[in-house]
């Protein structure tokens, strides 16, 4: 997304979209969010869209496990509605430091899947990370948070899955190589050939 006065593009996620349009959901950290907050309805926005790849909903169990940290929650609202839509029965566990930073747990829920909230300081649902929720039985995860948090995920889970990594980008469409990461396949550029990468591919 550009932004009058910012010469970077900021990289943000899709929660959801439809026909009509699409909704995505930001924290504001620094200048160019404060700028997005400020905006007003109507205002036109220069966005790239679809850059990069997303979670496969084909590659996905029938018990599909989708897991938000943070900032990373959004993403998994857009996907449990996919995994529902190819007839799967997904659960989702969505992460937050403190009561105070809960958001999107009664969308999640109106969904009428099983919806597990936990804080890191136990300020509500129940207390500890992700990884202290996971479900018992699954087939498959889906995660998106900050990168302690996927790497936490990667080594509790018993199963494959997809993982989507928070980078710092330059150019969106991977001319600058500034946000690659090398893979078990080689260099990879989160902001093209990513940022969604296969469990089994992940070096860290």
């Given at each position: 997304m550009y932004l009058d006065g910012f010469f970077l593009r900021r990289p943000i996620s899709v929660c959801d979209w439809d026909s009509r349009g699409l909704t995505i959901i930001y924290k504001v950290v620094g200048k160019g969010t404060a700028a997005m907050r400020a905006m007003q309805p109507g205002q036109e926005l220069d966005v790239l869209s679809g850059l990069g790849n997303?979670?496969?909903?084909?590659?996905?169990?029938?018990?599909?496990?989708?897991?938000?940290?943070?900032?990373?929650?959004?993403?998994?609202?857009?996907?449990?509605?996919?995994?529902?839509?190819?007839?799967?029965?997904?659960?989702?566990?969505?992460?937050?430091?403190?009561?105070?930073?809960?958001?999107?747990?009664?969308?999640?829920?109106?969904?009428?899947?099983?919806?597990?909230?936990?804080?890191?300081?136990?300020?509500y649902g129940q207390k500890g990370f992700v990884t202290d929720a996971l479900p018992e039985t699954y087939d498959y995860?889906?995660?998106?948070?900050?990168?302690?948090?996927?790497?936490?995920?990667?080594?509790?889970?018993?199963?494959?899955g997809l993982l989507s990594f928070e980078e710092r980008m330059g150019?969106?469409?991977?001319?600058?190589?500034?946000?690659?990461?090398k893979t078990k396949y080689g260099s990879k550029r989160?902001?093209?050939?990513?940022?969604?990468?296969?469990?089994?591919?992940?070096?860290?």
């Amino acid at each position: 997304m550009y932004l009058d006065g910012f010469f970077l593009r900021r990289p943000i996620s899709v929660c959801d979209w439809d026909s009509r349009g699409l909704t995505i959901i930001y924290k504001v950290v620094g200048k160019g969010t404060a700028a997005m907050r400020a905006m007003q309805p109507g205002q036109e926005l220069d966005v790239l869209s679809g850059l990069g790849n997303g979670f496969d909903v084909t590659k996905c169990g029938q018990r599909t496990v989708v897991i938000g940290g943070g900032a990373g929650v959004p993403p998994m609202y857009g996907l449990a509605k996919r995994l529902l839509a190819a007839g799967k029965a997904p659960s989702a566990v969505l992460g937050f430091n403190t009561e105070s930073e809960i958001f999107y747990e009664d969308q999640f829920r109106k969904l009428g899947i099983e919806t597990v909230v936990t804080t890191v300081d136990g300020s509500y649902g129940q207390k500890g990370f992700v990884t202290d929720a996971l479900p018992e039985t699954y087939d498959y995860f889906c995660a998106c948070g900050p990168l302690p948090m996927l790497k936490a995920v990667y080594n509790a889970s018993s199963t494959s899955g997809l993982l989507s990594f928070e980078e710092r980008m330059g150019c969106g469409f991977g001319a600058c190589m500034g946000c690659s990461c090398k893979t078990k396949y080689g260099s990879k550029r989160i902001c093209k050939d990513g940022p969604v990468l296969e469990k089994g591919e992940i070096i860290w």
